[in-house]
Structures are given as C-alpha cells and as structure tokens.
C-alpha cells in the first residue's frame, strides 16, 4: 500500500496521524485565496517531492496529480515485495494498472488556459493534453513500472479511485492479470476548483477555524474541506501472492456498484444507491450484515450527504449499526475527491491488521440525524475481521468494498 495524504506522504506517517486524530487542514497556500473566495481552506500535502522517484527532467512534464499517483505507486510496490524490476515476479503483459481521477491535470489546464488568452494559442505547451487528461495517471504510472497489462482510468468523481480498487478486483478475480496496482489520484486546490464547488455551496465556509472545519456528523457541519492526495493498492490473486511470499495486508472480498438515476449532486431519498451498493458488496462477498465490523463513511461533512449515509447503514445493517464504529477520515485528510477511495481502503486494511481505529475528529454538537458511533471521543481499540468502504460521487455514483483481515 503507498500513500501521499495531507497528514503524510507515506502510508506509515499518515496512519500515525489518523491514530492522533491529526488535522492536515490549514489556510490555502497554492494560490492567493483572497476574500473573494467564500471558502479559503484546504487540506493540502506538504513538502511534497516526486524527485526520489521520478526523473528531475520528467517531473515538471508531470501534472502534480499524476506526480501523486507515481509516488504513491512506488511505495505500494516496495511494500508488497515487487523489485524494482516487476518482471522478476510477474510477467509484464499480465501487469496492470487501473488508476481514478475525477478530474485530472485540473492545474495545468489553468495555466494554460491562461497562457492562451494572453499570449495566444501557438504559447500552448504541446505538453497541455497528456499533462491535462485524468487518465495520464495511469498511463505513466504503466511507463514508470513496466505495466503491459489491461490499463485506464475510472472518473466517477469521488467514487473513482473505489470504482479503480472494484475493477481490479474483477480483472484478477476473472484471471486477465497477475498483479494490479489500483488507486486513485487528486490535486485540485486550484482557483477554478475552489470557486466551483464553493458556487455550489458544498464548503465549508469556517476560514478561521481550517484545522475543525471539517466535521462529519457533527450538528455544526457545513461542507466538506477540499483536500489532494493519493491511495494505491498492489492486489493479485492469492495465489500468486503466497507464491512470491508477498507481504498481504488484507482481502479484497466484496465489490458493489449503483447509479441513482435521480440528481446531479443529492442522493436520493434515504440514500437508496448507497443500500444497494453496501447490499452488493456484502452478497459478493458472501458476507452477512451481522459481520460487518467497521465502516469507512464517505461521510463527507456535509448536511445531507452524513444524514443520508447514516440512514443507509442502519438499512443495511439493521441492529448492527449500533455494535460497530463508523468514523470518517476526511475529518483529517479532508475530501480527497476521487482518491479518497483508495486512501480509505488502506485505512480499513490497517484498522484490520492493528484492531485499532481512527477517530472522527471535530465534534462538538450532537445531530439526532446522526447517531451512530463515529469514534467521536477518539481512537477505538477492538478486533476487527470485516470492514466496508462507502465512497460515493456526484452524478450519483455508489461503490462499496468490502474488506476481510487477512489471518494467513
């Protein structure tokens, strides 16, 4: 597993942060955020640098979305054991990659939208379209590693990198690859992107409070915080991890996916997507309600989108949504869009290995909406064998993953 994340550009480092109940939000530093911009924080990585992995002459033809991805790949790899050759452990063209985005080299298309109203179109980098599409991720993802099996990108918004780990799945599970690197990538705190989602009224507008400001399932919640990042995941079968003596961290067992066929950016009534993407990921995983353990929300911190997953898992779950925890990491992290999948598939991994779980940080006001147990007081010390991950994106995209602990 390999992770770059506002509370650390490793998987290590980030999930000692989570444990602390570490916000990574501060003030907007990317660019001037001025008093213009009704919401001026954000949960940005910090001292990011790509340069240990990727060339220094390619770094700056790289998107710092695509740069995440990279990184976050490396680090997966190591971590489970691939050299630094991949083709000693697995043929190439049985290597792949599936990578989300939900919008891409966002920052590059500014720039250089700019450069063309000023200086006009022949000042256009010939590096705009591979710098700018979402998918580039994964094809230099491919390129860095030697990947020749199946590749693209899933763009479902905040549902991508899920949709991504979903895919994989199924590629390994029907046997068209050996080894998948699967994930999500985000780096969209720019001007454009601020504005846009603060014109819709889904931010926060707490400027003076970045480090609480976001606050999923409190009764004071007013938006998400907008964070960037990257999760990926090396999957394979099971087979062919034991037989390269693969470090395995968990199982993917279960994958659901549903369209709400209703709105643009709410869910529908009771959150009737999400229900039946948790009920399909839990009847492929052969799994009964009773043995969920954990939830990773999506539980963004916005009015509706907390109240209406709440709703969900109590359908789903029945009186098991009072036994278990519930927390939200984007409490910390902020919203990663479409990577927030793969980092919070990792943290349901390591809540797994470790029997320990992250808090929901930032409560102070109890929602009758909202009342399950969101790890509210902090870190939470039990076993668990079974989590979900619930992502979901407007458009009205649902994936739920459902996770087993690996015992050997």
């Not at 001292?47 to 033809?61: C, G, L, P, Y």
């Not at 109203?117 to 590096?127: A, H, I, M, N, T």
């Not at 090396?234 to 470090?247: C, I, M, N, P």
Request: aromatic share 6%; charged share 20%.
């Amino acid at each position: 597993m390999g992770a770059v994340t506002p509370v650390g550009n490793d998987v290590s480092t980030a999930w000692s942060a989570l444990l602390a109940g570490k916000s990574g939000g501060g003030p907007i530093t990317q660019f001037d955020a001025t008093e213009d911009y009704p919401t001026r924080v954000a949960c940005e990585v910090k001292d990011f640098d790509a340069s240990h992995v990727i060339d220094r002459k390619e770094v700056r033809r790289y998107d710092r979305f695509a740069q995440f991805g990279i990184v976050a790949s490396a680090e997966a790899l190591a971590d489970a054991g691939v050299p630094a050759d991949p083709s000693e452990v697995v043929d190439p063209t049985r290597f792949g990659v599936i990578f989300g985005s939900g919008i891409g080299g966002i920052s590059t298309f500014e720039e250089q939208h700019r450069i063309m109203l000023e200086r006009g179109p022949r000042r256009v980098s010939p590096f705009f379209v591979p710098m700018f599409i979402p998918d580039i991720a994964a094809g230099l993802i491919s390129i860095q590693f030697g990947a020749k099996g199946p590749n693209y990108a899933t763009v479902s918004a905040c549902a991508s990198s899920a949709h991504a780990i979903g895919d994989a799945f199924r590629v390994i599970a029907r046997g068209d690859a050996d080894l998948m690197i699967a994930g999500g990538t985000e780096a969209t705190i720019t001007p454009m992107t601020v504005a846009g989602f603060a014109a819709m009224k889904a931010m926060t507008t707490r400027n003076d409070e970045p480090e609480t400001a976001s606050r999923p399932f409190d009764a004071e919640r007013d938006g998400f915080v907008i964070g960037e990042g990257s999760g990926a995941l090396v999957l394979e079968s099971l087979e062919h991890a034991l037989a390269r003596g693969a470090t395995i961290h968990g199982e993917v067992v279960g994958y659901g996916a549903t369209g709400d066929a209703y709105h643009i950016t709410s869910p529908p009534p009771e959150h009737l997507g999400a229900q039946d993407a948790m009920r399909l990921a839990l009847a492929d995983a052969g799994l009964e309600a009773s043995q969920v353990d954990y939830v990773n929300a999506h539980g963004t911190s916005t009015p509706v989108n907390d109240e209406h997953e709440t709703i969900a898992v109590k359908a789903v779950l029945g009186d098991r949504a009072r036994e278990i925890v519930m927390s939200s990491t984007k409490s910390m992290t902020g919203h990663l869009l479409g990577a927030s999948g793969a980092v919070e598939a990792i943290v349901c991994a390591k809540v797994m290995q470790e029997g320990r779980i992250p808090p929901t940080i930032n409560f102070s006001t109890p929602d009758p909406t909202c009342d399950l147990d969101y790890a509210h007081d902090g870190m939470v010390e039990r076993e668990v064998a079974v989590s979900l991950s619930n992502s979901f994106g407007f458009g009205g995209h649902n994936v739920c993953l459902a996770l087993r602990r690996w015992d050997g």
